[in-house]
Structures are given as C-alpha cells and as structure tokens.
C-alpha cells in the first residue's frame, strides 16, 4: 500500500470562520470532545489551506499503468493552472487500491474519515467502484470518476456528488457492436472477465450489434484478473461466429492479445474489442496487435490542437506517450478546476461547485465533452485500427453518445 502526501503549491495563509460544511461537520461528529470549545457552528479552517484530494487508484496489479497514467495527468492539469484551482492549493494524498474490490469501502473510508480529503479521484476496477460509491454517497464527498465503467455510479446509484470523466462500460463496447455489425459480421461471440465490467461490456456489444442486425451467440469469461485464455480460446472456432468481441484491459490484454494470435485466431476470426485491449498495450505487444479493430472514446492521430498539446505535455512530464487513462485523468482535473473556479476555491459552496461540474463543457484531448444529466461523459466512440504501434482514428462509429443513465434518480 503506498501513501505518499504530496503538496503542490506552498499553503495559502487565510484563515476564516466557516459556517460548517460537510467535512467539519463530519469532523466535529468524529471529535466531538472538541466541538463544546469551538462552538458547534463556528469551526475555524482555513478556507486558504489547500483542498485535500485523495487519488484512490491502483499502483500496483495488472492495472498499475492505468492509475499512474490518470496520476501523472491529473498532476499534469494542475501543474498547467500553475499549481492551483480557483485560487485553492491541492494537496493529494495517494492510495494504492491493489483493484481489490474487498477492500474498497475500507480504503474509501479511511481516506474521508481518517485523512479527512475533500475529494476523492478514483478508480479504475469497477467492483472496487462499487464499495466507494456506497461512502460517497453517505459522507456526501465529491468522487470524480476516471476510469471505472460501472453503469450503476451514472445509473441507479447515481448522486449529486458524484461524476465521471471517464466512460460508462456500456458506451465502447456498444460503438463495438455497431462496428462489428457495419463490417457486415452476423454472428458473434464475445470473451471478457467474469465481473462488472466485462459484464456490462458484453451487454453493450450485444445491443448495438443487435441494433444492426447481428447477433451475439455466446459469451465466454475468465475470472478477474486470470489470464489463462486457454479454455476460452478453444471454445472459440466451433461456435460458428464470423468475428469475436472483447474486453479486457492493462497486463490482462497484453496476455490475451498474445494468446489470440499464438492460438492462430487473428487472421480466422476478427477481433473487434473495446479499445482498452490496445491502449497503452501496444509497446508490450509488439507488431502481434497489427491490423485490429477497436472501438473507444479516444485514438491516435486526432491531431487537433488540444490533443498535439496535450500528448507532448504528458510525454514531457511523463516521458511515455499519452493513452485514454492519461485523457481521463486529465479530464478529472479538469472537471474538479471547472467546479472550483465556479466558486473561486469555496469548497464549501457545495451546490454551486456541483453545477458548475455538472454542466461543464470540456475541450478534452478526446473532443467535445459534456456531461449527461446522470453525470456520465457524452463523447464520440471513434473506430481505430492499430497501424504502426499507434490506436490509428478510423472514423467516428458513434458521434455523441451518451449513456442511457438507466434507474438514476439525482435526489
Ligand atoms: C473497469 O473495471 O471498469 C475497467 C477497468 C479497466 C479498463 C476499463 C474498465
């Protein structure tokens, strides 16, 4: 577990007398020997101390290399503002989640009541989401998204205080669909892990290849984070498909690409899967990934100014090329300075600070990004063909999709 604080900018000085906001008041019930001193409702903070951000994300495991892309373009975004958002220091607190969903309420926890952040960024497993969402929702603690697909945080479990700078999984994996029916394939099978987002992956494929007119015939999983593909692989040339969909990501797809191809599938069997499959995977597979098809809400070779800007910023400060979780880190940072310059760094004008987020308009490296009223990002799903160890833009299958939001009441 690492636990490394880190401030970017020296403290502001101001102090002032606060009416209570959620943390002192979560503090005072946290210390409440203390409370008859100060007065309930006269807690003093410093208002000019800077805002605490926990980064709740994996450092380690097969997902290590996303958390530390969203890492350095998170910090890459405050740098760029000169090392404050309206006004306010940060200061980040990091915790290596491990994507270990049975650890997820506990980490969540710790970091609002014993580090006592005022926001969390996190994270990219989506059982580990899962368990954060329950304390978000409790504590009332801002959560910015960047990366973890679970439909149900901009879905059924969707709040206030909630938002995402990422996907939902449904979004990819349905352009997927759609590409895969266009090419003209008709039946299909999909492999992916045995968890949420896997799950919810193949359930998007399914939709938007049905809505063209194919069909998924059988979908074949693996355990979370297993990367023995042999038993699936197999299965795969007595289905009768004409083309295979797929979600895996990090470590994970790297094995699984290597194996598709080894097993003799690449040239029998296309493969057309969410763009996580090759995204920051290509230097570890070599020329085994070229020619594939894949389906996600970024690519290479957009070449718009904000994106050349940003890939050469992150390459810069990172010293290793830019990738979707570096655009959705960035993106997460943009989001929370979107709020904070609303409300000139009073983080205690909650209300404002949510509408401002929820009704930002991004010029992220992706595009155009809005938020739907669930909170989820409305961004193009772009078809991408992996061409000289580079997520080669092929096209727009999707322009402006946004997730249904299925069940989410904003109460
Ligand atoms: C997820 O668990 O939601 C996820 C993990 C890695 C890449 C994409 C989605």
Not at 77 to 86: F, M, P
Not at 393 to 407: K, M, N, S, T, Y
Request: aromatic content about 6%; some cysteine; glycine content about 12%.
């Amino acid at each position: 577990m690492t636990d490394n604080t880190k401030a970017l900018a020296p403290k502001a000085k101001a102090t002032r007398i606060l009416r209570p906001s959620r943390r002192t008041v979560l503090t005072g019930l946290g210390a409440a020997a203390t409370l008859p001193l100060l007065g309930r409702f006269n807690i003093v903070r410093a208002q000019g101390s800077p805002l605490k951000v926990g980064l709740m994300l994996p450092y380690s495991g097969t997902f290590a290399q996303l958390g530390e892309n969203i890492t350095a373009a998170f910090e890459l975004l405050i740098a760029q503002k000169g090392g404050t958002l309206g006004g306010r220091a940060l200061e980040i607190i990091k915790l290596d989640d491990e994507s270990n969903p049975a650890k997820g309420p506990e980490n969540m926890k710790r970091l609002v009541d014993r580090d006592m952040v005022d926001v969390v960024v996190g994270t990219v497993h989506s059982g580990v989401l899962m368990g954060m969402l329950q304390v978000a929702r409790e504590s009332g603690t801002l959560l910015i998204i960047p990366n973890a697909g679970a439909g149900a945080a901009t879905g059924a479990q969707c709040a206030p205080n909630v938002f995402r700078s990422s996907f939902s999984n449904w979004q990819p994996a349905y352009g997927c669909g759609r590409i895969a029916a266009d090419a003209g394939y008709k039946k299909l099978a999909y492999v992916t892990w045995d968890y949420a987002a896997g799950k919810e992956s193949a359930a998007g494929f399914e939709q938007g290849a049905k809505e063209k007119g194919a069909e998924v015939v059988q979908v074949l999983t693996v355990p979370f984070p297993e990367t023995n593909f042999q038993p699936v692989l197999a299965q795969l040339p007595g289905l009768g498909v004409d083309a295979v969909g797929a979600f895996y990501a990090g470590g994970g797809a790297v094995q699984f690409v290597k194996d598709y191809a080894a097993a003799g599938l690449k040239d029998k069997l296309p493969l057309i899967a969410s763009g996580f499959v090759t995204d920051g995977t290509l230097g570890a597979l070599g020329g085994v990934a070229d020619g594939l098809v894949t389906g996600l809400h970024y690519a290479d070779g957009l070449d718009t100014p904000t994106d050349n800007a940003f890939r050469a910023a992150f390459k810069e400060k990172a010293g290793r090329e830019a990738d979707v979780y570096a655009v959705q880190g960035y993106d997460a940072a943009q989001l929370l300075a979107v709020g904070l310059e609303a409300v000139q760094g009073d983080f205690d004008q909650t209300d404002a600070l949510h509408k401002a987020i929820a009704s930002a308009k991004l010029d992220s490296p992706r595009g155009p990004m809005t938020l739907s009223p669930s909170h989820n990002p409305v961004h193009n799903i772009y078809r991408r063909v992996v061409r000289d160890g580079k997520n080669m833009v092929d096209g727009v299958a999707v322009e402006a999709l946004a997730d249904p939001g299925v069940g989410c009441t904003m109460t």
